[in-house]
């Protein structure tokens, strides 16, 4: 009888199939799926003899790398959970998700603030560093296992477990952008399905050669590897778009067929004079995280118009919710699209009535892609993921308000947290953004509610731009000719950027 697929088989299937594709480009380095099969079996094998049982938590503090891949994949094949962390998070973040998790093993490397005596005292659950370096401390000696000697010393033997389908894989902390951030459980049958879901309307084939400049400490990143080896394709992994020439050469170089970006890179990527670069190759966008305006999503078309474009809505809890399919972009720019394939959504009000065309109300999400649920949460947990229309299951509230048109198309409207009223009426601030982002040369843009005595909230927009010069007095007449006088802000600010969450989304409470 055939097993249930889990997240490794992903790499160790693709292996077996293909061993001497080469799989991901890091850092110089080109290593094909047998490599990787390998040291991640070299390094399970060690993982178990250090104490690593089948459900236990093991922590990974690297920037985008081989040894992040290879670790992420051992962790599985040792029975474990592995839970990557954002090199870049604060040391206080990074001891709360690692005590939280109760982490037994964390690997990281001699740039890591992680390592050092105190961190064992922090986190009374860790037992033993895994070092992708040479960590300089006054760890006892046997507290430290070295990743080269780990490839060296050990046999590329995957150790026997019994892991299924309903154990966890990850967990996946939110951004946290109001109190501490949570753990999302994530088992293995939620993350095989959304990734072949994902792959399905992509149409992802093992010709594919996709570049992800995205941290993998967040699911957008982290699903870039696991599509990419379950189809057999390669990856280019990146640390950041800090340098967008750099990216778009190496694009041109590797004949990237695929690229995942948020509305910061695309906002950059529109900049630049892109018909320098050889993009005949490139075969799809995709953009998540955070909604991309209409204006940019069009101008990318224009500029790119042989490439498909999918804008995607999704969250933690569920990684995938909806996709606008390309062939709708022109007609509907606006459109975060329809539920992705094997899923179901629909809109509810307050009372928890089902919405029709036109209505907005709170985007509800069923499938085999709605998570575990939140680490140690019960009463979050309750909150977020609700009992389902069939016995025995449960559905997500996502938080965030929608609309539908007659064809079943959904449109974002603003997350509950966002909606603020000012003269009496609601504002959603992401209309007044779209309208903001329709001025040429505006990368990004944020609005808020300042509070104020007589208007309630008063409307400030953040504009970051590009190589041009606009006034207040600019922006505030373009709104008056596109919005409605309630939603004209009453201030405007230039910033040369917007405070983000490690995911990349704005964070609003940072421009207060």
């Not at 093991?58 to 839970?83: M, P, Q, R, T, Y």
């Not at 010393?153 to 299924?164: G, L, W």
């Not at 050669?209 to 967040?218: D, E, Q, R, S, T």
């Not at 005949?280 to 955070?290: C, G, H, I, V």
């Amino acid at each position: 009888m055939k097993h249930t697929v889990l997240v490794q088989d992903f790499l160790s299937g693709t292996a077996a199939r293909l061993p001497d594709k080469v799989a991901l480009i890091c850092q110089g380095r080109r290593l094909t799926y047998a490599q990787i099969d390998d040291q991640s079996d070299r390094l399970a094998a060690a993982l178990v003899k250090h104490g690593v049982k089948r459900g236990d938590r093991v922590a990974i503090c690297l920037d985008n790398s081989a040894e992040l891949v290879v670790s992420l994949f051992a962790i599985l094949k040792a029975g474990g959970v592995f839970v990557i962390i954002d090199p870049a998070s604060k040391r206080d973040k990074l001891v709360y998700m690692l005590h939280h998790s109760r982490t037994v093993a964390l690997v990281c490397n001699d740039k890591s603030r992680l390592a050092g005596s105190s961190l064992l005292h922090d986190v009374p659950s860790l037992k033993f560093f895994i070092s992708c370096g040479r960590l300089t401390n006054n760890l006892a000696i046997d507290a430290i296992l070295n990743f080269d000697a780990i490839q060296s010393s050990f046999a590329p033997v995957r150790p026997p477990t019994s892991t299924i389908d309903l154990d966890p894989a990850c967990l996946i902390y939110t951004s946290g952008t109001t109190g501490e951030p949570k753990a999302v459980v994530c088992d293995h049958s939620n993350m095989v399905f959304v990734a072949h879901s994902v792959i399905e309307y992509l149409h992802k084939v093992e010709s594919d050669i996709v570049l992800n400049v995205l941290p993998l400490a967040f699911s957008y990143g982290l699903y870039q590897v696991l599509m990419t080896f379950q189809v057999g394709g390669t990856l280019v992994l990146e640390n950041s778009f800090a340098f967008p020439a750099a990216i778009l050469k190496q694009m041109e170089s590797e004949k990237v067929t695929g690229f995942a970006g948020v509305p910061t890179i695309f906002g950059n990527l529109l900049r630049l004079d892109l018909s320098q670069y050889d993009l005949s190759r490139l075969r799809y966008l995709t953009n998540a995280a955070a909604s991309l305006s209409p204006s940019h999503l069009l101008e990318i078309r224009a500029r790119l118009p042989h490439v498909a474009f999918y804008s995607m809505y999704g969250q933690t809890e569920t990684k995938r919710s909806l996709y606008l399919p390309p062939e709708q972009v022109a007609q509907r720019p606006d459109s975060v699209g329809i539920a992705i394939p094997g899923t179901e959504v629909w809109l509810e009000d307050a009372k928890g009535q089902r919405l029709g065309a036109g209505e907005v109300g709170e985007l509800v999400v069923r499938g085999r892609h709605v998570m575990r649920g939140y680490w140690e949460a019960p009463a979050a947990t309750a909150e977020r993921f609700r009992p389902g229309p069939f016995p025995g299951e449960r559905v997500c509230h996502t938080g965030d308000l929608f609309r539908m048109d007659a064809e079943g198309y959904f449109y974002f409207v603003a997350r509950k947290d966002d909606i603020f009223k000012s003269l009496g009426r609601k504002v959603a601030p992401k209309q007044i953004e779209d309208v903001l982002c329709r001025l040429p040369g505006v990368v990004e843009a944020a609005v808020i509610g300042v509070p104020d005595q007589i208007m309630e909230n008063r409307i400030k927009a953040f504009i970051v731009l590009g190589d041009v010069t606009l006034t207040e007095a600019q922006v505030i007449a373009h709104c008056r000719t596109h919005l409605e006088d309630y939603l004209v802000p009453k201030a405007v600010e230039f910033c040369p950027q917007l405070p983000k969450t490690d995911s990349g989304k704005i964070k609003k409470g940072g421009l207060l």
